[in-house]
């Protein structure tokens, strides 16, 4: 009786089990904040009907799609960047023959303890694999865990310099206008002369006015003012 016992256990812990990572990662430097790293996946075929056509890569948070370069990987296979990650591509490879390739990336996040690259493997059949969940569960994505950064390693949060804030603040500035030497001279001559206008235009008023009334006056008198 036990030993019945003893076998359903098992069958129920393993069926109970999530599956295990069907894209494995590796680094030849798994450190946060190294450079030029070499990283290698597999992707395990599951299908025993068609062979695999091409394996896209959701890049985690601190590397940029450019940031990655090809290899190597299947014979006729390359890398072509996309707006999240990159794609590898090329002939189809066998039933059941996994999908190994290696690329290299300029540098990992130096904040990072661990780096997960979601993974879309597609099948000849159309039929597609979606290595994107969390870790325990039924579809994970391989993830990269990394050692601490070294000592004094910048991160990419790093605040600018004084120098680059000076330059920032140089271009942003509003200058005044420059008055020149010329300018000067004319606004003082203008200022100057605007109250002998201003006589003038009264002294002429003036005249107009006494004109006026003496040649009324003569009208109505019927002779000369």
Do not use: C
Request: proline share 7%; aromatic share 6%; glycine share 8%.
């Amino acid at each position: 009786m036990s030993v019945v016992l003893a076998a359903s256990a098992a069958v129920l812990a393993l069926t109970a089990a999530p599956a295990a990572a069907h894209v494995e990662v590796k680094a030849d430097k798994a450190q946060a904040g190294a450079a030029d790293v070499t990283v290698t996946f597999t992707a395990e075929a599951e299908s025993s009907k068609a062979g695999i056509a091409s394996v896209k890569v959701a890049l985690p948070a601190g590397i940029a799609p450019a940031d990655v370069t090809w290899v190597s990987g299947p014979p006729g296979w390359a890398l072509t960047a996309d707006a999240d990650g990159y794609t590898v591509t090329g002939p189809a490879l066998a039933v059941k023959q996994d999908a190994g390739y290696a690329v290299k990336i300029a540098k990992l996040p130096a904040d990072a303890t661990d780096l997960a690259f979601k993974t879309l493997v597609t099948y000849t059949d159309g039929k597609v694999d979606r290595w994107i969940d969390a870790a325990g569960t039924d579809n994970p994505a391989p993830v990269l865990k990394l050692a601490a950064a070294a000592p004094g390693t910048a991160t990419s949060s790093a605040a600018p310099s004084p120098a680059a804030t000076s330059a920032a603040a140089a271009v942003t500035t509003t200058t005044a206008p420059v008055t020149t030497p010329g300018d000067a001279a004319n606004d003082e001559a203008d200022s100057s002369a605007t109250p002998w206008v201003v006589l003038a235009v009264v002294v002429v008023v003036g005249l107009a006015a006494v004109l006026f009334f003496r040649w009324r006056r003569r009208g109505e008198s019927g002779g000369p003012a």
